[in-house]
């Protein structure tokens, strides 16, 4: 059973660029199959999808965000990451890693979630 | 970008009830379609895709229906573990995106 477990700031200064590690566990990303996708939530508000990584590092993102958004994977540590510049209080989110069975489907499992929040 | 209308945005029920949430999309999506449950704090779990297909663990109580551009999530018979908010998310087109939300709150 694969599980995802994001880590990272949880309080970034405005016009700076945050950054997440979501860390897989009970399975290779590597073994292909799997794209590895960010989503967000603003507080208390609906889900949007940021954007996705394939283990040998193609990617696609969210044309609403793509300016602002890189992600990449790191095969040795299992982990894959997101980077997301020039941040504002718009960017204040509770932010998911995610897994989909292939480059088109549905998010499962997901990861318990990090809130970060944009301050000054 | 394809957009989607779900509804209500609030439901009031009580245990045993049959509830349904509807999904409506802004242009057609054939089966391409998720629904989400989340409740509080936690994130959301997979109930079904490709709109009528039960992921593995989810109780029979839940079913899904419709294709093209009208969907539904049916409860059959409301246990209060299932007071939470639901979401559904289509995965025809990036980028992939998911309803407002229906949250499910105990009448």
């Known amino acids: 059973q694969v599980q995802l477990q994001e880590s990272g700031p949880g309080l970034v200064k405005p016009s700076q660029t945050l950054s997440l590690t979501c860390t897989v566990s009970?399975?290779?990303?590597?073994?292909?199959?799997?794209?590895w996708s960010w989503i967000r939530q603003h507080p208390g508000k609906g889900l949007e999808w940021i954007g996705y990584?394939?283990?040998?590092?193609?990617?696609y993102y969210n044309p609403s965000l793509k300016s602002r958004v890189t992600i990449s994977v790191d095969t040795s540590k299992n982990q894959f990451s997101l980077k997301l510049s020039s941040v504002t209080a718009a960017d204040t989110a509770v932010y998911y890693c995610?897994?989909?069975?292939?480059?088109?489907?549905?998010?499962?499992?997901w990861g318990q979630g990090t809130l970060v929040t944009v301050s000054s | 970008v394809i957009w989607m209308t779900q509804s209500p945005s609030l439901l009031s029920a009580s245990t045993g009830d049959r509830v349904t949430i509807s999904c409506r999309m802004s242009?057609?999506?054939?089966?391409?379609l998720a629904w989400y449950q989340q409740k509080p704090g936690k994130a959301p779990e997979l109930l079904i895709y490709?709109?009528?297909t039960l992921q593995s663990g989810v109780p029979s109580r839940f079913s899904g229906s419709g294709s093209g551009t009208d969907f539904t999530l049916t409860i059959s018979c409301l246990q209060s573990e299932d007071f939470a908010t639901y979401y559904c998310?289509?995965?025809?087109?990036?980028?992939?995106?998911f309803g407002q939300g229906t949250k499910l709150e105990i009448k």
């Open positions: 490709a709109a009528s």
């Open positions: 998310q289509q995965y025809y087109s990036s980028p992939y995106t």
């Open positions: 242009q057609g999506i054939s089966s391409y």
């Open positions: 995610a897994s989909t069975p292939s480059s088109v489907g549905w998010f499962d499992p």
């Open positions: 990584i394939y283990y040998s590092g193609s990617t």
């Open positions: 009970g399975g290779s990303i590597s073994s292909g199959g799997y794209y």
